[in-house]
C-alpha cells in the first residue's frame, strides 16, 4: 500500500473550518447584511412617505395588534427552538435536536397560515393606495424570507435526521440557525413599523 494510503488509514477525516472560521459564516454574514440594507430601506421608504402623505395613516385606522402580537410571539418561539437544536447538537443530543428544528418549523409555518389569514382580511391590497403598497411589499419580503428559512430549517432536518452533525461538524446547522434569527429579527422592525408605530405617531 502506497504511503499516501497508509495515511488516510491512519487519520480521521478532516473536520475542516468550523462555526464562526468557516467560509459559509462569513457567507452567510455578506447576505444578512445585504438584505438588512434592503428592509432598511424599505422602512426607511415606508417612514419618509407616511410623513409626506395628507392621507390616514394607515387608512382604515389604526391596526389591530392582538393577532400580529400573538405572531410574532410564535416567530420569537421558533428562533428559540432553533437554537435549542444547535446547542443539543453541539452536545450530542441529536433526538432532541430533531425535536427542536421540528417545532421550529411548525411554529414557522403557524406564522406563515396566520400572516395569509390576516392579508386575506385586510380592506385594501398592493394596488390600493400607497400605504397598501407599502404594507404589502414590506411584508411580502418578509414572507420571502420566512419561506426560504423555512426550506433551510427543513433541509437541516434532514440532514440531522441522517446524522450528518455531531459535537464537531455542526457548521451548517449553526450557518442556517443564523440566517432565520435574521428573519425574526427583521420581524421586530416589521411589526414596531407597520402595527406599533401608528399608535405612538397618532
Known amino acids: 500500500m ?33 438584505e438588512a440594507s434592503l428592509f432598511g430601506y424599505l422602512l426607511f421608504a415606508y417612514f419618509y412617505l407616511a410623513s409626506q402623505t395628507e392621507q390616514s395613516w394607515p387608512p ?29 447538537v453541539r452536545q450530542g443530543r441529536r433526538q432532541s435536536s430533531i425535536s ?18 390576516e392579508w386575506r382580511d385586510k380592506s385594501y391590497d398592493i394596488t390600493s393606495d400607497l400605504y397598501g403598497s407599502l404594507y404589502f411589499t414590506i411584508t411580502g419580503f418578509h ?9 433551510i430549517l427543513m433541509l437541516l432536518l434532514v440532514w440531522t435526521l441522517l ?18 434569527h435574521f428573519v425574526d429579527i427583521v420581524w421586530l422592525f416589521v411589526f414596531s413599523a407597520l402595527y406599533v408605530s401608528p399608535y405612538l405617531i397618532k
Not at 455542526?170 to 440557525?177: K, Q, R, S, V
Open 2 to 34: 502506497s504511503e499516501a494510503g497508509q495515511l488516510s488509514q491512519r487519520q480521521p477525516l478532516p473536520v475542516g473550518s468550523a462555526g464562526k472560521l468557516s467560509t459559509g459564516w462569513w457567507g452567510i454574514l455578506a447576505l444578512i447584511v445585504t
Open 100 to 117: 427542536g428544528l421540528v417545532a421550529a418549523i411548525a411554529l414557522g409555518s403557524s406564522f406563515v397560515v396566520i400572516q395569509l389569514l
Open 143 to 151: 414572507m420571502c424570507h420566512v419561506v426560504i428559512g423555512l426550506a
Open 163 to 180: 446524522g450528518y452533525f455531531d459535537g464537531r461538524r455542526h457548521a451548517a446547522i449553526t450557518i442556517g440557525g443564523a440566517y432565520w
Open 60 to 88: 382604515e385606522g389604526l391596526p389591530a395588534l392582538l393577532v400580529p402580537t400573538v405572531n410574532t410571539a410564535i416567530l420569537l418561539a421558533s428562533s428559540a427552538a432553533v437554537w435549542a437544536a444547535e446547542r443539543y
